[in-house]
């Protein structure tokens, strides 16, 4: 009853393969191969290098050779966005405005034309422009410069003046054809050197300019729906509107959490390899989150809920949002889970953002794999690190950066170990800071730095794995840049902010400090020490 279980033997769709470059900007591992020679000058013809590294072993391999610059620089007749507009376009704009919009957005920005249609504005984001038609040139100009209160796009730091003029004078035209560019200066090569295996205990490259994190969107199926390997089942619990099969859920216009309860249907004493999803219409979801639960019954709809779980006894097993990809676990650990006979139901959390101006269907489907216990070393879970507290309601003052944190301690008498994070932030974060503060004393050890996008909200595996010794303490810190012009507080709304460091360690449950209180429920947090 709205899930499936999916045979080993299934065949791999590849639905996700721009997707993933878009997001995840294609940056691989193992040996690079050398970039290909760019035809002609402009944008970019040339193709990086590629990369063969897995996660399961071995060094990481070298960097591929950088392609050679495009020589010649022929110019397309007009009638296209102009060479410099789709460079800015395609960097602050493409991963949610693409051919197939994702994560709310309610067109696309890709084509001269996409930018002269006329465009119902749905968005609340759009102040008082809301209800009205427009050309879509004219809604990103009003998007751009905030102007009359509208919220900031594109989210996160401020753009650069510099390429802030280039946009508006275009737009400020009526965002007129011009010359398209027909070739490229030459591809980039290879990216980096491939990350040792996890079991095997191998060394290997950087990622990010840091050592020892794995970005699991680098992996070239990261975005592919989720096929059983061998020793694996697979289940999926489809997105309905209360018939199953053949009746996709209709999300309604605007912003909504709705939530969707289905039976346990693996078998006692089994763990989570891989979690994902077979996805049916990006362009109105923001994340699902999925939760065990004393609430709810196999089946129920519930629709326009709150998005919090309070009092309901709910834990997090997994999740995603815009941007990210498949989470897998290292060969030697699997996600605890709950089986049936725990009384429990699983529920999945969908918050949806529609503003394209009609009810939307969606019929995706959330996906976890599992194994026997026996087959995994290690039994990991998940824990929110982080923060709720923004300065409490009043929240983060307009036009300047914030940074929130919280610390967790390992109160433990024994060792516990991380294996990996997910962060998650909304349109205003724009970095993720972990340290480790030894209960020995001496200085804090940074085990995690990254810039965060909200459209690019990927998940990390550490090598080598963090260890917290009891008494030691893990700090997670966010930073925001609120370019918006009012106060933005915690909330579940893509236009308030959270601060969540996810982290996966083992043993289970180690870091769970369910008496820390969570405005949005989960019983599994740590903060507050």
Same mark, same amino acid.
């Given at each position: 009853?709205?899930?499936?279980?999916?045979?080993?033997?299934?065949?791999?769709?590849?639905?996700?393969?721009?997707?993933?470059?878009?997001?995840?900007?294609?940056?691989?591992?193992?040996?690079?191969?050398?970039?290909?020679?760019?035809?002609?000058?402009?944008?970019?013809?040339?193709?990086?290098?590629?990369?063969?590294?897995?996660?399961?072993?071995?060094?990481?391999?070298?960097?591929?050779? *950088?392609? #050679?610059?495009?020589?010649?620089?022929?110019?397309?007749?007009?009638?296209?966005?102009?060479?410099?507009?789709?460079?800015?376009?395609?960097?602050?704009?493409?991963?949610?405005?693409?051919?197939?919009?994702?994560?709310?957005?309610?067109?696309?920005?890709?084509?001269?034309?996409? !930018?002269?249609?006329?465009?119902?504005?749905?968005?609340?984001?759009?102040?008082?422009?809301?209800?009205?038609?427009?050309?879509?040139?004219?809604?990103?100009?009003?998007?751009?410069?905030?102007?009359?209160?509208?919220?900031?796009?594109?989210?996160?730091?401020?753009?650069?003046?510099?390429?802030?003029?280039?946009?508006?004078?275009?737009?400020?035209?009526?965002? #007129?054809?011009?010359?398209?560019?027909?070739?490229?200066? =030459?591809?980039?090569?290879?990216?980096?050197?491939?990350?040792?295996?996890?079991?095997? =205990?191998?060394?290997?490259?950087?990622?990010?300019?840091?050592?020892?994190?794995?970005?699991?969107?680098?992996?070239?199926?990261?975005?592919?729906?989720?096929?059983?390997?061998?020793?694996?089942?697979? /289940?999926?619990?489809?997105?309905?509107?209360?018939?199953?099969?053949?009746?996709? !859920?209709?999300? %309604?216009?605007? &912003?909504?959490?709705?939530?969707?309860? /289905?039976?346990?249907?693996?078998? *006692?004493?089994?763990?989570?390899?891989?979690?994902?999803?077979? +996805?049916?219409?990006?362009?109105?979801?923001?994340?699902?989150?999925?939760?065990?639960?004393?609430?709810?019954?196999?089946? #129920?709809?519930?629709?326009?809920?709150?998005?919090?779980?309070?009092? &309901?006894?709910?834990?997090?097993?997994?999740?995603?949002?815009?941007?990210?990809?498949?989470?897998?676990?290292?060969?030697?650990?699997?996600?605890?889970?709950?089986?049936?006979?725990?009384?429990?139901?699983?529920?999945?959390?969908?918050?949806?953002?529609?503003?394209?101006?009609?009810? #939307?269907?969606?019929?995706?489907?959330?996906?976890?794999?599992?194994?026997?216990?026996?087959?995994?070393?290690?039994? *990991?879970?998940?824990?929110?690190?982080?923060? &709720?507290?923004?300065?409490?309601p009043f929240g983060m003052p307009?036009?300047?950066?914030?940074?929130?944190?919280?610390?967790?301690?390992? &109160?433990?008498?024994?060792?516990?170990?991380?294996?990996?994070?997910?962060?998650?932030?909304?349109?205003?974060?724009?970095?993720?800071?972990?340290?480790?503060?030894?209960?020995?004393?001496?200085?804090?050890?940074?085990? !995690?730095?990254?810039?965060?996008? +909200?459209?690019?909200?990927?998940?990390?595996?550490?090598? %080598?794995?963090?260890?917290?010794?009891?008494?030691d303490k893990i700090r997670a810190?966010?930073?925001? +840049?609120?370019?918006?012009?009012?106060?933005?507080? +915690?909330?579940?709304?893509?236009?308030?902010?959270?601060?969540?460091?996810?982290?996966?360690? /083992?043993?289970?449950?180690?870091?769970?400090? %369910?008496?820390?209180?969570?405005?949005?429920?989960?019983?599994?947090?740590?903060?507050?020490?």
């Open positions: 009853m709205g899930l499936r279980r999916v045979g080993q033997s299934q065949e791999l769709v590849a639905l996700f393969a721009a997707l993933a470059l878009a997001a995840c900007g294609a940056e691989s591992e193992g040996s690079g191969a050398a970039g290909t020679t760019g035809v002609t000058g402009g944008m970019g013809a040339g193709v990086g290098g590629s990369g063969g590294g897995t996660l399961s072993g071995g060094m990481g391999g070298a960097s591929g050779a *950088a392609g #050679q610059a495009g020589v010649g620089g022929m110019v397309a007749p007009g009638g296209e966005v102009p060479c410099d507009v789709k460079q800015l376009v395609t960097t602050y704009c493409g991963t949610c405005h693409g051919a197939t919009p994702i994560g709310g957005a309610p067109m696309p920005l890709v084509t001269l034309a996409d !930018f002269q249609k006329d465009h119902v504005v749905a968005s609340p984001q759009s102040g008082p422009f809301k209800g009205t038609t427009m050309k879509v040139h004219e809604i990103v100009k009003v998007r751009l410069n905030q102007e009359m209160g509208t919220a900031p796009m594109p989210p996160g730091a401020a753009m650069p003046a510099a390429d802030l003029a280039t946009l508006n004078a275009w737009l400020a035209g009526g965002a #007129q054809g011009g010359q398209a560019c027909n070739g490229g200066t =030459g591809g980039s090569g290879g990216i980096m050197g491939g990350t040792g295996g996890m079991a095997g =205990g191998g060394t290997g490259g950087t990622v990010g300019g840091m050592d020892g994190l794995t970005n699991l969107c680098d992996a070239s199926d990261s975005y592919d729906p989720l096929v059983a390997r061998p020793g694996e089942t697979c /289940y999926e619990f489809l997105t309905h509107g209360g018939g199953f099969e053949g009746d996709p !859920f209709m999300v %309604p216009i605007d &912003e909504s959490y709705n939530q969707l309860y /289905y039976e346990i249907p693996w078998g *006692a004493d089994e763990v989570v390899t891989r979690f994902g999803a077979d +996805f049916d219409n990006l362009q109105v979801l923001h994340h699902w989150l999925g939760f065990e639960t004393d609430a709810g019954t196999p089946g #129920q709809v519930s629709r326009n809920v709150t998005g919090t779980t309070l009092g &309901e006894s709910a834990k997090l097993f997994g999740g995603w949002a815009v941007g990210g990809c498949n989470i897998e676990f290292p060969e030697d650990t699997g996600l605890e889970i709950a089986d049936p006979s725990s009384g429990k139901v699983i529920m999945i959390q969908w918050h949806h953002y529609n503003f394209t101006g009609v009810q #939307q269907p969606d019929a995706s489907k959330v996906q976890v794999c599992t194994v026997p216990t026996s087959m995994r070393a290690n039994v *990991a879970g998940l824990t929110w690190l982080g923060t &709720e507290n923004f300065n409490g307009p036009g300047v950066e914030s940074k929130f944190d919280g610390t967790c301690l390992n &109160e433990t008498s024994a060792p516990i170990t991380i294996i990996g994070w997910w962060p998650h932030m909304h349109e205003i974060g724009t970095h993720m800071y972990s340290e480790v503060i030894p209960a020995a004393g001496g200085n804090p050890m940074e085990v !995690f730095s990254q810039p965060f996008k +909200f459209d690019a909200q990927y998940a990390y595996i550490t090598n %080598p794995r963090i260890v917290l010794q009891p008494g810190e966010c930073t925001f +840049f609120n370019s918006t012009p009012a106060n933005v507080a +915690f909330g579940q709304s893509t236009k308030q902010e959270m601060c969540y460091q996810f982290a996966f360690s /083992y043993p289970a449950g180690a870091l769970d400090k %369910p008496e820390n209180l969570s405005l949005i429920g989960a019983t599994n947090t740590c903060w507050g020490d």
